[in-house]
């Protein structure tokens, strides 16, 4: 791992359940860069956030993140965000006590929070314009208030890393440009982030580079490199051949 990299995975395989999720996976992303993670349903696009996050471990290869494996690094530097569906949103819980539950990683068993405490939390409400709606219950909020509190609560953590899975899914435009915005952002502050995504129309604009997987590498580059190559029309002309035989 050179010492610029942010995030550096060589080899990596995971199985889990008799069943292989990635495999043999290598890249690398650089402080400040935004890779896209596509590639169809079951193509292994979260198992490989999962596992950079450390909530996985591989069978093979190796993952490091700044230098260290995931699970040894400092509570709270890797923020994961997942799908918004595999979230019991039925939780007794207002929007600011989800975005507050991210300091506490950071706290000591004896630490109440502190200033720095309060006003990361106020920052990440403000920085996904949710401050009006702090004290509403999260079963009362709409499918993109509910990305945002979840995107808040991960800036709340303060992280190095960033992953989001899917994060524009079932969002209207307005909040989807929110989020790119947010996620840019963090990114010119130098911020690595890794999102899993199907939304390919807007590729070019959220991504500096797109990871294209069906469990292994398929394709890595630009976006419009990637969008165009051979690799991603035979891909999705398998696919598209393989829905079609199963109906």
């Not at 990635?22 to 696009?45: A, D, H, M, T, Y």
């Not at 051979?230 to 598209?240: A, G, I, K, T, Y």
Request: glycine share 8%; net charge negative; aromatic share 6%.
């Amino acid at each position: 791992m050179a010492t610029a990299d942010a995030v550096w995975l060589h080899d990596v395989t995971v199985s889990y359940d008799g069943t292989i999720g990635i495999e043999q996976v290598s890249i690398v992303l650089r402080p400040g860069e935004v890779l896209g993670i596509i590639g169809p349903n079951g193509s292994g696009k979260s198992t490989l956030l999962k596992t950079i996050a450390g909530l996985l471990q591989p069978s093979r290869g190796t993952v490091e993140v700044y230098g260290c494996a995931p699970h040894r690094l400092r509570p709270g530097t890797i923020a994961y965000v997942p799908q918004v569906e595999t979230v019991d949103w039925s939780f007794p819980a207002t929007v600011r006590d989800v975005v507050a539950m991210a300091r506490f990683p950071r706290l000591s068993p004896f630490r109440r929070f502190s200033r720095h405490d309060r006003d990361a939390v106020r920052d990440a409400l403000h920085a996904v314009d949710l401050e009006n709606l702090q004290d509403r219950h999260i079963s009362a909020l709409s499918g993109g208030q509910q990305q945002r509190t979840f995107l808040a609560r991960a800036l709340a953590q303060e992280p190095q890393l960033l992953l989001l899975d899917e994060p524009a899914t079932g969002v209207d435009a307005a909040t989807a440009e929110m989020l790119r915005v947010v996620v840019r952002g963090r990114a010119g502050d130098g911020m690595p982030v890794l999102i899993a995504t199907h939304d390919l129309e807007s590729a070019e604009e959220w991504f500096d580079y797109l990871l294209l997987v069906d469990k292994a590498v398929v394709a890595y580059g630009r976006p419009s490199e990637v969008l165009c190559s051979n690799e991603f029309e035979r891909l999705v002309r398998h696919h598209h051949h393989a829905a079609r035989d199963a109906t």
